[in-house]
T-cell receptor, first 115, second 113 residues
Framework: DTEVTQTPKHLVMGMTNKKSLKCEQH?????MYWYKQKAKKPPELMFV???????INESVPSRFSPECPNSSLLNLHLHALQPEDSALYLCASSQLPRGPYNEQFFGPGTRLTVL | AQTVTQSQPEMSVQEAETVTLSCTYD???????LFWYKQPPSRQMILVIR??????QNATENRFSVNFQKAAKSFSLKISDSQLGDAAMYFC??????????FGAGTILRVKS
């Protein structure tokens, strides 16, 4: 299985809602990532988990809260978002967080719209 | 700080022809990795090709090959025999040993039939 899956595919939420994005991989990868991507722009790194521990937080606002319950799962909890947070949220994983086996495999993304 | 520059916002190629996408980068590290990712419209980002900086030989994957010029810090992607399915946004990316990927701005490739 060489796949990273993400649910839901689409999400519409109001600014007062609480929702979660889910990402799953069964490749035995020990590093997982959240990216935010605006239309026709490159992905922007948000968080990195290495061996289930948060290793990088790119100064992301606290209304985004990541969680890594186990080595296969990554969640992104959303609360009190702003319309400018509307974007494609990509999850990725890599075999190890460092060293040669570090190519990242991306999921299809969750397209988030904040009203 | 590592940076990646893609100077071609858009490129067009005729089906079956060859096209080259440009990428330059900057890093102070000697050990790093370079990647080309492809993101079709509304579809998943996939890795096209990778190059380890310590390898002098240019990477090749079927119709995709790179021209890696380490001294010039240049990493271009050549697509031969272009197909309609090659139409996508292409991102050049650099990863230093710490594995944080830095992406270029992307190049939209259009394939004409």
């Amino acid at each position: 299985d060489t796949e990273v899956t993400q649910t839901p595919k689409h999400l519409v939420m109001g600014m007062t809602n609480k929702k979660s994005l889910k990402c799953e991989q069964h490749m035995g990868h020990r590093a997982m990532y959240w990216y935010k991507q605006k239309a026709k722009k490159p992905p922007e790194l948000m968080f990195v988990y290495s061996y289930e521990k948060l290793s990088i937080n790119e100064s992301v606002p606290s209304r985004f809260s990541p969680e890594c319950p186990n080595s296969s799962l990554l969640n992104l909890h959303l609360h009190a978002l702003q319309p400018e947070d509307s974007a494609l949220y990509l999850c990725a994983s890599s075999q190890l967080p460092r060293g040669p086996y570090n190519e990242q495999f991306f999921g299809p993304g969750t397209r988030l719209t904040v009203l | 700080a590592q940076t990646v520059t893609q100077s071609q916002p858009e490129m067009s190629v005729q089906e079956a022809e060859t096209v080259t996408l440009s990428c330059t980068y900057d890093t102070s590290e000697s050990d790093y990795y370079l990647f080309w990712y492809k993101q079709p419209p509304s579809r998943q980002m996939i890795l096209v090709i990778r190059q380890e900086a310590y390898k002098q030989q240019n990477a090749t994957e079927n119709r995709f090959s790179v021209n890696f010029q380490k001294a010039a810090k240049s990493f271009s992607l050549k697509i031969s025999d272009s197909q309609l399915g090659d139409a996508a946004m292409y991102f050049c990316a650099l990863a230093e040993y710490g594995n944080k990927l830095v992406f270029g701005a992307g190049t939209i490739l259009r394939v004409k039939s």
